[in-house]
């Protein structure tokens, strides 16, 4: 990166220790729905699981997309819908299908 002095491995592990901290951000906040993120960032928890498969992957390790959002939710993403997930409001679907069509 350009304007830094870090080497390639301490650039890694400072990348790694900014993705634990959004995950423990995202879990401290269950409230902010994925159709939000989607809605104000592009992304989602459901897309961090498809780049974490897909980093998995690109090293030739075998992780399954429900294993991927397991390490993203922090749980079996079906106990996390079933314990946070709560019902899309008509404005936030409305939002998501402008930004998405």
């Given at each position: 990166?350009?304007?830094?002095?870090?080497?390639?491995?301490?650039?890694?592990?400072?990348?790694?220790?900014?993705?634990?901290?959004?995950?423990?951000?995202?879990?401290?906040?269950?409230?902010?729905?994925?159709?939000?993120?989607?809605?104000?960032?592009?992304?989602?928890?459901?897309?961090?699981?498809?780049?974490?498969?897909?980093?998995?992957?690109?090293?030739?390790?075998?992780?399954?997309?429900?294993?991927?959002?397991?390490?993203?939710?922090?749980?079996?993403?079906?106990?996390?819908k079933d314990r946070y997930q709560t019902e899309a409001s008509?404005?936030?679907?409305?939002?998501?299908?402008?930004?998405?069509?």
């Amino acid at each position: 990166m350009p304007g830094t002095d870090t080497d390639k491995q301490t650039q890694t592990e400072l990348e790694a220790a900014a993705f634990r901290q959004l995950l423990a951000h995202l879990d401290e906040r269950k409230d902010v729905q994925n159709i939000d993120l989607m809605n104000l960032a592009g992304f989602c928890r459901n897309c961090l699981s498809k780049w974490y498969r897909a980093a998995a992957e690109d090293r030739g390790i075998d992780i399954d997309y429900e294993s991927a959002r397991e390490r993203v939710y922090g749980m079996p993403y079906s106990d996390w819908k079933d314990r946070y997930q709560t019902e899309a409001s008509d404005q936030q679907k409305a939002t998501f299908d402008k930004q998405n069509h």
